[in-house]
Every structure is written in structure tokens, then in C-alpha cells.
T-cell receptor
Framework: EAQVTQNPRYLITVTGKKLTVTCSQN?????MSWYRQDPGLGLRQIYY???????DKGDVPEGYKVSRKEKRNFPLILESPSPNQTSLYFC????????????FGSGTRLTVV | AQSVTQLGSHVSVSEGALVLLRCNYS??????LFWYVQYPNQGLQLLLK??????LVKGINGFEAEFKKSETSFHLTKPSAHMSDAAEYFC??????????FGTGTRLLVSP
């Protein structure tokens, strides 16, 4: 089944404790992206990647890092999480630049206390 | 810069009634437009998309949307609402770069 897999689905952590949210897709997509969803704000792009070793900032990149060492994987790293990073996170992938639309993962609900 | 405006954070309809969710966009170039649906505790699922060609686009679950360039709109409709349509709906625009810009979402409530 074609899908984007994120782990974990739920995570509660403490301020300052580094964490990684994993994302993997099995569709051989070139493009991958991370979004965060907050009430009343919709989804905002954190980082995106156009291919292996090619990443760039989205609208809200502060406090996040990403890497794209393999085509299928695009982990999101929070080096020192803070409570304002409490959110619902989605990973997405696409085979084309714009017209294909993105396939989304099921989401990771992160709480930072 | 491109942006998306969804009018109404909540829309309530009765089962069997027409569903109309409004979306207006701004873009300096011809846009690609999308509607996504999000059911509780799930990710986003693509409902339909407009890229080029026919301006009336049909999607899954009986939804359709019409691209109106003169009005910069891409409203989502369904002739007859079903209880299972209750969800949050997001309109999004992509102008060819690696960014889907989303509206703030509209929660559709369907009453019996």
C-alpha cells in the first residue's frame, strides 16, 4: 500500500530534551515536506526537500532541523523542544512539483511540557 | 505571495442539504488548487484538485469544485450532505514551488 508513515503517533516530552520524529514514504517520491497544524492557523510548512541532500526552509523553520540522506526518509529533529512547539505534525510527499498534490502521513501529536 | 482564505470556520448543514464551502485564493501565477479533508485523528486526504483544463473538477465522495479565475475562487460543493461528511476541510494552493499554502480550514457539521 502506498503510504507515508510517521512515528510516533503521540509523544509527550519535556522542554529541552532532543527528539526526532521519523517519516518514511514507499512511493519513490522526490518531494517531501513537514507541516505543523495549529487551531485557527491551518497547516504551515516547516521544511521541505526536493531530493536527497536538498532541503530548504518553509514558513516556520525556527527550532527545527531536517535531513534527507535517503530518498524515502525525511526525519524532523527538535534539538531543544519548547512548549510553543506543542502541535500536530504532518509529513507529506509528492512525486511532482505542484500538480500532483501531497500524500500525508497520519500525524504526530507532540506535547512539550 | 500566494494565500488562501476560507470563509467560515464552521459550517452547519442538515443531512441531505447542499454543502458549500468557500475558498478564495491569491496567486500571481496560474495556480494549482486542492481540497483536502481531515477526519478526526487522521491525516489529510486529497478530495480533488485543479491543475489545468476543465474548470469543474469532480472528486471523491460526491464532492466537486469549480475554478473561477475571474473570481479567484475554488468553492467546494456537494448536492446532498451525509453524516459521514462531517470533518474538517482545507483548501490549498500551489504555484509550482514546493509549498502548499493552506487555508485555516472549515469544520463541516452535519445534523440528522
Amino acid at each position: 500500500e502506498a503510504q507515508v508513515t510517521q512515528n510516533p503517533r503521540y509523544l509527550i516530552t519535556v522542554t529541552g530534551k532532543k527528539l526526532t520524529v521519523t517519516c518514511s514514504q514507499n512511493m519513490n517520491h522526490e518531494y517531501m515536506s513537514w507541516y505543523r497544524q495549529d487551531p485557527g492557523l491551518g497547516l504551515r510548512q516547516i521544511y521541505y526537500s526536493m531530493n536527497v541532500e536538498v532541503t530548504d526552509k518553509g514558513d516556520v523553520p525556527e527550532g527545527y532541523k531536517v535531513s534527507r540522506k535517503e530518498k524515502r526518509n525525511f526525519p524532523l529533529i527538535l534539538e531543544s523542544p519548547s512548549p510553543n512547539q506543542t502541535s500536530l505534525y504532518f509529513c507529506a510527499s509528492s512525486s511532482r512539483g505542484g500538480e500532483g498534490g501531497y500524500t500525508f502521513g497520519s500525524g504526530t501529536r507532540l506535547t512539550v511540557v | 505571495a500566494q494565500s488562501v482564505t476560507q470563509l467560515g470556520s464552521h459550517v452547519s448543514v442538515s443531512e441531505g442539504a447542499l454543502v458549500l464551502l468557500r475558498c478564495n485564493y491569491s496567486s500571481s501565477v496560474p495556480p494549482y488548487l486542492f481540497w483536502y479533508v481531515q477526519y478526526p485523528n487522521q491525516g489529510l486526504q486529497l478530495l480533488l484538485k485543479y491543475t489545468t483544463g476543465a474548470t469543474l473538477v469532480k472528486g471523491i465522495n460526491g464532492f466537486e469544485a469549480e475554478f473561477k479565475k475571474s473570481e479567484t475562487s475554488f468553492h467546494l460543493t456537494k448536492p446532498s450532505a451525509h453524516m459521514s461528511d462531517a470533518a474538517e476541510y482545507f483548501c490549498a494552493v500551489n504555484t509550482g514551488f514546493q509549498k502548499l499554502v493552506f487555508g485555516t480550514g472549515t469544520r463541516l457539521l452535519v445534523s440528522p
